[in-house]
């Protein structure tokens, strides 16, 4: 519940784009509050952000996304089988699909093709006894040499449990399946090298105690297990067990998503960046693309956990984050440089869910303008990646999804 605050809405403040044109209304700043229940519903909240023309715009755009999605074969229904894919690029172009079908409410062969990867995908699971004897699954990396990537795996099982709620009783049953049988691979691990490459077996990939509790190993490198921290593995797996928990209420899950997002919010550096640690060591490569798959962690337990205490902390330790992002925003409106800068859009979903549900920095509209003036300019747009590659595409229909809706691409509303 909000305690204590007022809100006084103030002047609009009208982008000069072209022939778009974005409305941001300006909220007086609320009280910071750390107890985080999500009393009011979405549509308020956003519509604190985001007046209906505004959101207008934004549909238009995420059905545009959609339209280039289908248009782009490549982009889905093959890509569970082509051998340069990555799991979670195309797992975010069908979240992407699912929400243009919610919230477009004009093309149902977003959802039929979302489904479609879905059944791909779960077909492509390889089977595998883990350590203690039971069931559990995997996917191998085509697009890194066969490794077994957690991170990579884990974030495409968010798709798979955001379209599960569309599927009739046998597929519904398929992909629950595919998906305990996952979760028991990263707890349990498996007897020997699934692979026999000589890397050894696993006991599973989730630290119980110590300073790293909670953290989620990557999975199996090209010549070892890696069993250390990984920070893309816990924000990824985070949001997985939050969604298996939503769709079974196992306590179990619940508690691995939790413990993965308190390692991932004590991790944080006192600037605010998040460090983007790799097999135990930290990456200084990658900053941004940190803060997009560690939104997507840090949302999915917001949306799916309802936990009090798990909000409190997260409004607490994510602020610096918050500030450290308005800092760090170039004078275009973006954030990082290259390859980083295309995975960047998750800075934008972490900024607006801050200002809707912990306070209303004035200072945050401002910053999101910036960022929108370049996603609805379409040569900018381009530039950014968004409909010319999969994975910026995917970040950026996201991002979309969640301003118009927020919540929405993480389940049903």
């Not at 379209?163 to 707890?187: G, H, P």
């Not at 010549?223 to 924000?235: E, F, I, L, R």
Request: glycine share 8%; with cysteine.
């Amino acid at each position: 519940m909000f305690v204590g605050f007022s809100i006084r809405p103030v002047a609009v403040h009208i982008l000069n784009v072209s022939e778009v044109v974005l409305k941001i209304t300006r909220w007086a700043p609320l009280l910071v509050v750390y107890l985080l229940l999500p009393s009011l519903p979405v549509d308020v909240l956003a519509a604190k952000l985001f007046d209906k023309s505004a959101k207008k715009q934004l549909t238009a755009y995420l059905d545009e996304i959609c339209q280039w999605i289908m248009a782009t074969d490549g982009a889905m229904g093959k890509s569970a089988k082509e051998a340069d894919s990555s799991f979670a690029v195309s797992g975010n172009l069908a979240r992407v699909l699912v929400a243009g079908f919610e919230l477009t409410k004009n093309n149902s062969k977003y959802l039929e093709l979302a489904l479609s990867w879905c059944d791909a995908f779960t077909s492509e699971q390889q089977r595998v006894e883990t350590s203690r004897g039971n069931k559990g699954g995997y996917w191998w990396n085509r697009a890194a040499k066969g490794n077994i990537d957690l991170g990579d795996t884990s974030m495409a099982l968010t798709a798979l449990a955001r379209v599960y709620v569309y599927a009739e009783s046998q597929r519904k049953q398929n992909y629950l399946q595919a998906m305990e049988r996952y979760a028991r691979f990263v707890m349990e691990g498996c007897k020997q090298d699934p692979q026999d490459k000589n890397r050894g077996d696993s006991r599973g990939w989730i630290i119980l105690d110590g300073k790293d509790k909670g953290a989620i190993g990557g999975g199996y490198y090209p010549d070892h297990v890696s069993d250390k921290p990984s920070t893309v593995a816990t924000a990824a797996g985070s949001a997985f067990f939050a969604q298996i928990y939503a769709i079974t209420k196992n306590k179990q899950y619940r508690e691995i998503a939790v413990n993965a997002v308190s390692w991932i919010l004590r991790t944080r550096k006192a600037i605010g960046e998040i460090p983007d640690v790799q097999d135990g060591q930290e990456s200084d490569q990658s900053p941004l693309s940190t803060v997009t798959w560690c939104a997507e962690g840090l949302l999915a337990a917001f949306h799916l956990l309802q936990d009090p205490g798990l909000n409190q902390q997260m409004a607490k330790e994510v602020e610096p984050t918050i500030r450290w992002l308005i800092r760090i925003q170039n004078d275009r409106g973006l954030w990082g440089e290259g390859p980083d800068q295309q995975r960047s859009s998750g800075a934008a979903t972490l900024l607006a869910w801050f200002y809707l549900n912990v306070t209303a920095d004035e200072v945050i509209p401002q910053t999101l303008e910036k960022f929108w003036q370049v996603l609805l300019n379409p040569v900018h747009s381009q530039s950014f990646g968004v409909q010319m590659q999969n994975l910026p595409t995917g970040l950026a229909g996201l991002t979309t999804a969640e301003m118009i809706k927020p919540g929405i691409t993480f389940k049903k509303i």
